[in-house]
């Protein structure tokens, strides 16, 4: 555990994978585990921040001391974000929110028709959350943290979503069928607004953690 640098300050942690439904029983959604949240809102609270965090369909079980605020779909976590944004000093969005979602809500389970081809799926854009409160800045001084996971030239690829964002960090991964999702472990380059770049290596999702927490003190001052 390392020194209580974010005492008295409140960080908002977004966490897990949104589900968009098709109807009740169906959704789209990702393979986000919610662990790399998770371990930021344990190392938050244990270096003595009050720590919310906003857990989208999450199984992993509630980190102590730690507020948490379970919600489903993007929609859902935009409101929860937006609502402990206002009064918090630093946000980290380590949840993968569904870019998109289905336009109509079937609201009886969708059947197959046996001789009928099936119907399309229409989808409508989802707000991003990241870009609305980096762009909107509520609150001065604030500390924003986006994720991004690319396949391939991960460095420009971060740097230009760091820009189109507007956060202030942007922790970039490279994914691949065995990297990173559900794993215990993960390796990421931090990207800062200021043109900084922090490699963190192969690890438990922790050290990440603690690299992310480092970072945001040392803009908090
Ligand atoms: O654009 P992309 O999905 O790669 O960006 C990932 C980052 O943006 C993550 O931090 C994620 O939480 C955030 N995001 C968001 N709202 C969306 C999509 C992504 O806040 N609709």
């Known amino acids: 555990v390392g020194e209580p640098d974010l005492t008295g300050r409140h960080v908002v942690v977004s966490a897990g994978g949104t589900r968009e439904p098709l109807d009740p029983v169906r959704f789209l959604g990702n393979r986000s585990s919610g662990k790399q949240g998770y371990a930021l809102a344990r190392t938050a609270a244990a270096r003595g921040a009050r720590v919310t965090l906003i857990a989208a369909n999450s199984t992993l079980p509630d980190p102590a ?23 918090a000093d630093a946000v980290v969005m380590a949840a993968a929110v569904a870019d998109f979602r289905p336009v109509t809500y079937a609201a009886g389970k969708i059947k197959k028709k046996d001789d009928q081809e099936p119907e399309p799926i229409a989808l409508a854009r989802n707000p991003d959350i990241l870009a609305e409160i980096s762009t909107g800045r509520i609150r001065p001084g604030q500390v924003i943290v986006g994720f991004a996971a690319e396949t391939d030239d991960v460095l420009a690829n971060g740097r230009a979503k760091l820009k189109r964002k507007g956060c202030d960090l942007l922790v970039v991964n490279e994914v691949g069928e065995r990297k990173t999702f559900g794993s215990e472990e993960n390796e990421a380059v931090v990207l800062g607004a200021d043109g900084s770049e922090t490699p963190v290596p192969h690890g438990p999702k922790e050290a990440l953690a603690e690299t992310v927490w480092d970072l945001v003190a040392g803009r908090l001052g």
């Open 65 to 87: 001391g730690v507020d948490v605020v379970p919600v489903g779909t993007a929609a859902h976590l935009r409101e929860e974000v937006l609502r402990a944004a206002a009064d």
